[in-house]
Structures are given as C-alpha cells and as structure tokens.
C-alpha cells in the first residue's frame, strides 16, 4: 500500500523557517514522476505552492525565492525547506505524488503556523 506521511509542521516566528518531509513507502520514490506540495488555508483552496518533476522544480510565486523542494531517493523522502516565512504562509501543507499510470496519492497534511 503506497503512503505518504508529512512532518515539520508547527508553530515559528515570522521569518523563521522550517522543513517540511513527505515519506514515502509502499514504492520507490523512483517511480514518482511528480511530487507537489499544496497548502490549504483556512477557508481558502487549496494551492499548489511547489513541485517537483522529472527533478525540474517549480513554485508559486509567492514562495519563489523562499520555498527550496527536494528529494533524497536513498530515504525515499521529499523536502519542502521554507525560510523567511510570513503569516501568510500559515495553512495546512500536503504533500501529493503522481506514479505509475495516472496514480495520484495524498498525505495527511502538516500544520503550519507563522505568527510571533
């Protein structure tokens, strides 16, 4: 059974920073040949804030230059460094893979909070 499980999350001073980790288990990180990560606001949608493919990343423009997304196959685990953060950037982050023929898995979310 494929899973993913974020952790990292928690409460940090505004420009403080944290790093967020999405494990993966049930295949290898090798055959995911998209990982995002999304975040969800209270009352907001949810948003795609920075994604990783074929080892190209991408980001929101609200987090470029902020956000950095990773992948370490020997863990089978992705990142999501964030640094400088802002209130803004307070919501619930999910990590979500793409593998095989149009598979598609969530994790179960990680809560941030930026606020001093």
């Known amino acids: 059974q494929v899973r993913l499980v974020e952790s990292g999350g928690g409460l940090v001073q505004p420009g403080g920073s944290l790093r967020l980790s999405c494990v993966v288990s049930?295949?290898?990180?090798?055959?995911?040949?998209?990982m995002d990560w999304y975040r969800q606001a209270p009352g907001k949608q949810r948003e795609l804030v920075a994604g990783i493919t074929s080892g190209s990343p991408n980001y929101a423009d609200s987090v470029k230059g902020r956000f950095t997304i990773s992948g370490d196959n020997a863990r089978n685990t992705y990142y999501l460094q964030m640094n400088n953060l802002k209130p803004e950037d307070t919501a619930v982050y999910y990590c979500n893979a793409k593998y095989g023929l149009q598979n598609s898995i969530w994790g179960q979310g990680t809560q941030v909070t930026v606020s001093s």
């Open positions: 049930g295949i290898s990180s090798g055959m995911i040949y998209v």
